[in-house]
């Protein structure tokens, strides 16, 4: 299993500034992930953080308004950037122990953009 | 294509009743389908998933049915409890946790 943990829990933060969210895994993973949760809504894959390398991002998501570092097994960060009010949502970082596994689950960033 | 419906968007049970929530997917390519529980303020977690070699797959008081054909799934919670009551999504994907789709989520409520 992994022990995800994820800073900061909640913020506030004003248009047009960024926020970047660290996301921490108790032991070395294979696969990290980030994941956007809009309030009420499903969870959307917003890219793979990729160890060494830039990560993969999904459709409808770019590197320049969510770049996303991977240092080494156990780190990740997501940075929300030039933030606007429909980027208020809650944001998960995700880790795959080994390949085929089950994903675990940080506890969430709260995001609220005014 | 890569859609997972999940239905109902709300679900009222009472203690000790059945609660059962459906998924249908689009991708037959699709070959893993985990269920996620997840509580006010928390990360989801893994409840219980099955691949497709296997028609239904059951841990304690939470029993998954598949149907390949159907491209459906389904989950069953025995002797619904109020702590049962969580958002739970489905999700499929190919080969394992990556890319994970989601079900739009269910919201379930166990009245005592």
């Known amino acids: 299993s992994a022990v995800i943990s994820q800073k900061p829990s909640r913020d506030i933060c004003q248009r047009g500034t960024s926020l970047t969210i660290q996301c921490q895994v108790d032991?070395?993973?294979?696969?990290m992930f980030w994941y956007r949760q809009q309030p009420g809504q499903s969870l959307t894959l917003i890219a793979t953080a990729n160890q060494g390398s830039e990560a993969t991002y999904e459709s409808g998501f770019v590197i320049d308004k969510f770049p996303i570092s991977r240092p080494n097994l156990t780190f990740s960060t997501l940075t929300v950037s030039n933030m606007s009010p429909e980027d208020s949502s809650i944001y998960l970082c995700s880790a795959e122990v080994q390949a085929g596994s089950e994903a675990f689950f940080g506890q969430g960033t709260r995001l609220t953009v005014v | 294509q890569q859609q997972v419906k999940q239905s109902p968007q709300s679900l009222i049970v009472q203690k000790g009743g059945i609660s059962i929530i459906n998924c249908a997917y689009e991708n037959t390519a699709f070959d893993y389908f985990p269920w996620y529980q997840q509580f006010p303020g928390k990360g989801p977690a893994l409840l219980i998933a099955i691949r497709p070699d296997v028609s239904e797959k059951k841990e304690g008081r939470f029993t998954i049915s598949f149907n390949k054909s159907a491209k459906q799934f389904s989950l069953h919670i025995m002797d619904s409890q109020p702590g049962d009551s969580a958002t739970y999504f489905c999700a499929a994907s190919l080969g394992g946790s990556e890319k994970l789709v989601f079900g739009k989520g269910t919201k379930l409520t166990v009245n005592p």
């Open positions: 032991s070395q993973v294979t696969m």
